[in-house]
Structures are given as C-alpha cells and as structure tokens.
C-alpha cells in the first residue's frame, strides 16, 4: 500500500477532503485514502476490511448526505480525473473523480461534448450514475444510457470491469446499477459515448420576480412550439447579496431566471423568444449566442461554494406546464425558506440502453432547494418542500429524481420495487459483507428483499 494513501483527522488533506459542496452532514471519517490509482482504491477497501470499518466515497461532495462517521474509511477520489479522448470512437475513458468541465474543456477541441449537468463542479461518476440529465438531454437522453463501461473495485477488494458483454453475470449486473440505480463497488473509471453538436448555443435572462407571472405563462405557452433541440430550465432563485454578476437591483432578493441552450443552431430559440415578447423585457439578458463548454456550464448559475443544501426532486407529466407559476411561487417570497424552485424541461424521444433508469420518466422535472443552516431553516425548509409538493401534486408522476434529493441519505421513490429488488440483488453479489455505504438510491432498498445474483465464474 502507498505511504501516503491515508491521511488522519489531524491533516489539511483530511480536511479538504471531508469538506463538500454538499455541507449539510458531519464528515468525520476514521482516515480518509487519498486514490490515485484503481490499486490504491482495492488496497484501501481490504485496509477497511482489516481495520473493520465501512467505506464511503466522495469526489466533489455535490451529492453528499449521509452522515460519515469514525466507523468509516472516506475513499476520495478526486484525484482519479484522467481524461482519454477517443475522437473516432466518440468515446471518452474518465477517472472516477474527473468533472464534466474537464472533459468536455478536452473533448470540445475535436468538436466533441459529453452529455454534462448543469453545474461545471459536478464529477461525471456521481451523475451518469444517478441518472444525469443537463442541456442536452432533450436532443440526446439521459447520462446513464451514454454509459459503456465501468472499473470499478468490489466489496472483497477485487478489481472488476462492467460492461454489456461481460463473462461474470454479476459485471453485467452491474452495469445495469451503474445506469442509473447509484451504481456498486467502488468506481474507479467509466467509458462514455459523447455526442457531436452540430452548432451550440446558449443564453439566459433574468427578471424581477414581478414578473413571474407573464414570464411563467409565456414558457408555459412556447413548449408546445419548440422542438426538443431546444432544452429550458425556469426558476425563482434568491441571488447573492453582494453578487458583482447581478445588477443592484436583483442583488438579495428572489429574481426569475429562465436559461435555454441547444446544440442545433440560433433557430431553435426562435418560438421561445417570440413568445417571450409578450412578457417584460428582461432586466439581464445574456444574449442567444454561440456558445463553447465553458458558456453552456454558466448558464444555470449554481453557486461556487459550498452550502448546506437540503432539497427534493420529482418528476411531473404536462400538467405541471400550467401550474408552473403556482409552483415557482414557492420562492417569489423574500422570506421563503426555499432559496430556488425550478422546472427543467427535459421531454425527449432518444432511444435509451437498458439500465435501472436510462430513460427520463416524465417532460418536467421538479427541483426545489433550500439552505439548511441549522435546525430551525431545515425545519422550515422541510414545511417548505411539503408545500410545495402540494401545489404539484396533480402533476406529480410518483417518481423522486433521487440525485436531486439534496443533502438527504435515502430517497425511496426514484426507481420501483422491482428495480429497487434487482439493484439489492447486485449490490450484494458485489460486496457480500455489506462493508460498502450504500449510495442514495441504493439505501432505498435495504428493506426490499434482493433478487439473487450469482456469478457465471
């Protein structure tokens, strides 16, 4: 094992590691083993093993929640951030801990974008794994179906790679999990199929929140005009106090916000901006351009530093188009305890791989978040989303985004009982002593009996 694999509670390394994007839960982990290979992560989980403690793993800690504790060993990743372009492949072989933004800076020279989320930070793993949806997933689909191979490291300490045509039943299992269904083992590197923009562009705009209304009602109106080049997301967000990016005027308080992008070219936004002229004038408008990586990822304006963030995600049918204004509402109050409300439209007909979730469930997609500082503004927080959740509930499809849960352990209502079965079966064929943290999805089905995986070998 490598002499500096792992660094103690008392190291700076250890502190930057236990220290995510997501802050909501204590991290405080026995060590935490500083990967830089696929054997550095099999020589940390058989350490865990010998030291009888639990395994988690992190690389950016966007999807952070769940409490880690001294019974654990922090596997972090970030350090496995390799990207290998194969330009005639279309293909791109990732470190487990690499960022779209990475990826797409390198792919984008040969004309080339993965199928990335709407923040720069988020690391590739996490979100294919959850299920991964961004700008381009009307035109394209979801991460997860994009998804071809994964290393990854099983509960015994064993290199292992997924793919559809694997001779271990339980690898081709586990490919299955990783589309989607939070993924098995330890991942330490994935092949992904990237796509070829014909002409990308992108844009936002922003409006008082007086203007939610018109504005909610023009989107609401143009949907049904634009075709699925075209993907839009509108939100309230509560901005920054001091924010420089935003004019005095919309600085601390609660602004509409609307960003749209396309790899098809200037006349995909063409019915959304007509329609939008019977809306207020934007008070920022960051124009319909054409658009490199480095624009496509500012668009949603996520916030760069870390925060506590406790949220929800569901997936609506085409009511929530109607109810859109009643829905964003929810944070058009200075005082709302719920920082952002958004809608992201991401209704597309691309054919999808099989996997736990490879395809999107429903056209809209309902995230709310708030900033839980404490227990008073998670509580608060919390009767927020319920609220919420009311207004939406004669769109709501049953079906959570669980990667959208944000700062939560468990969100049981992102795949069904059958599917949640399956992934129980896999993730214990993988590590049959239980040392791995489950991730989000896979929590969900510690309750439901495992479908049995054996393997072929």
């Known amino acids: 094992m490598r002499d500096d694999l792992l660094s103690s509670p008392d190291s700076a390394a250890y502190r930057a590691a236990t220290t995510p994007h997501n802050a909501t839960a204590v991290q405080r982990p026995a060590v935490v083993a500083h990967a830089r290979s696929a054997d550095d992560v099999a020589d940390a989980v058989r350490w865990a093993a010998q030291h009888d403690l639990q395994i988690a793993v992190q690389a950016s800690g966007h999807g952070a929640g769940a409490t880690i504790g001294a019974d654990h060993l922090l596997v972090d990743t970030s350090e496995l951030n390799s990207v290998d372009v194969d330009v005639a492949g279309r293909l791109v072989r990732v470190g487990a801990g690499a960022t779209w933004s990475a990826v797409n800076a390198v792919a984008e020279r040969d004309g080339l974008l993965g199928l990335a989320g709407s923040s720069p930070t988020v690391g590739v793993a996490g979100y294919t794994f959850g299920g991964g949806v961004g700008y381009l997933t009307r035109p394209h689909g979801m991460a ?16 292992r790679r997924a793919t559809e045509d694997a001779d271990d039943v339980i690898d081709r299992e586990a490919l299955w999990a990783f589309r989607g269904g939070g993924g098995v083992g330890v991942a330490t590197a994935l092949t992904v199929e990237l796509v070829e923009p014909r002409e990308l562009w992108a844009g936002y705009q922003l409006w008082s929140v007086d203007a939610l209304e018109s504005v909610a009602e023009a989107w609401a109106n143009a949907m049904a005009q634009i075709g699925d080049a075209l993907s839009t997301t509108l939100s309230v967000l509560h901005t920054p106090p001091g924010a420089p990016m ?72 085409q009511d929530g188009f109607g109810t859109a204004g009643a829905m964003l509402s929810a944070a ?29 469930p429903g056209p809209l997609l309902l995230h709310a978040v708030g900033n839980a500082a404490d227990d008073s503004a998670r509580t608060r927080i919390e009767d927020g989303l319920a609220g919420l959740r009311d207004t939406a509930a004669t769109a709501d499809l049953g079906r959570s985004a669980a990667p959208f849960a944000d700062g939560r352990a468990t969100d049981p209502g992102g795949l069904n009982q059958s599917q949640l079965s399956r992934l129980g079966g896999i993730a214990a064929a993988v590590d049959p002593d239980r040392r791995l943290a489950p991730t989000r999805i896979l929590a969900s089905a510690t309750d439901i009996p495992p479908q049995h995986v054996s393997s072929d070998e």
């Open 246 to 317: 935003f004019p005095p005027a919309l600085r601390g308080v609660p602004v509409v916000h609307l960003s749209f992008a396309s790899p098809e070219g200037a006349e995909a936004a063409r019915p959304l901006l007509e329609v939008l002229r019977a809306a207020p004038q934007p008070a920022v408008d960051s124009s319909w351009a054409p658009a490199d990586a480095a624009r496509l990822a500012q668009i949603h304006l996520d916030p760069p530093n870390p925060v506590a963030a406790l949220g929800m995600g569901r997936w609506l049918g």
């Open 144 to 159: 997860s179906s994009a998804l071809l191979a994964v290393d990854y490291v099983d509960g015994n300490g064993q290199t």
């Open 332 to 360: 058009a109050a200075s005082d709302s305890p719920l920082a952002m409300v958004e809608l992201r439209n991401l209704d597309n007909a691309a054919p999808a791989r099989d996997g736990a979730l490879t395809a999107v």
